[in-house]
C-alpha cells in the first residue's frame, strides 16, 4: 500500500484596480514586467518574456546594495489571453531539482474595472524555500498593485522577512 504525499502550494489571490487585459499584459510584456517584478524597489529588473506555450521566459533581479542577481528562468507551459498564464519556475543561480517540477500558475478573473489574481506556485518541496517564495511573491503582488494604483494599500507580509529581499 502506498501513501501519496501532498505538497503544499503557495497560493495568493488579490484584487488589482485594472481590468484583465492590463494585468494579463502585466505579466507577459517585458517593459511591464520590468517595472514591477521583484520583491522590493531594492531590486532593477530586467525581463524577457516569449509568452506562448513553449516559449521562454527570464527575470533577471539585480539587488542594487548587495551587488547580487537573482534570476527567475522557465517555460510557458499554457498562455491563454487574458485568462491564465502556466510556466515552470527556476532559478538560474541555484537550480531547483528538476524532479520537483515546480510550477506557476496565475488565474485572472474578470471584476469589470478590476481583477482577481489567484497565483498558485506549486511542487515547492522545501518550508524554507515555501516560506521566501510566498514572501517575495506578497512583495512583488504588492508592487504590481502600485503600478496600477500608487496609493494601493500593500498586502501583509509573512514573517522573517529574508535579508535578500530587503
Not at 474578470?110 to 482577481?116: F, R
Amino acid at each position: 500500500m502506498s501513501t501519496a504525499t501532498t505538497v503544499p502550494s503557495v497560493v495568493i489571490t488579490r484584487t488589482f484596480n485594472a481590468p484583465r487585459e492590463r494585468v494579463f499584459a502585466a505579466w507577459t510584456d517585458p517593459a511591464l514586467m520590468n517595472q514591477w517584478f521583484a520583491p522590493s524597489g531594492a531590486f532593477t529588473v530586467t525581463a524577457n518574456s516569449d509568452a506562448h506555450p513553449g516559449g521562454s521566459y527570464q527575470v533577471q533581479m539585480h539587488q542594487r546594495k548587495a551587488g547580487t542577481f537573482h534570476t527567475a528562468i522557465g517555460k510557458y507551459l499554457e498562455v491563454v489571453p487574458p485568462e491564465k498564464i502556466v510556466f515552470t519556475w527556476d532559478w538560474k543561480e541555484k537550480p531547483i531539482d528538476p524532479a520537483e517540477g515546480s510550477i506557476v500558475t496565475i488565474e485572472l478573473r474578470d471584476l469589470g474595472d478590476k481583477t482577481e489574481l489567484t497565483l498558485i506556485h506549486a511542487m515547492i518541496t522545501d518550508d524554507t524555500s515555501r516560506a521566501g517564495h510566498t514572501q517575495g511573491w506578497t512583495r512583488s503582488l504588492n508592487r504590481l498593485a502600485q503600478l496600477f494604483d500608487p496609493a494601493a494599500i500593500p498586502m501583509p507580509i509573512p514573517s522573517p522577512t529574508p535579508p535578500w529581499m530587503e
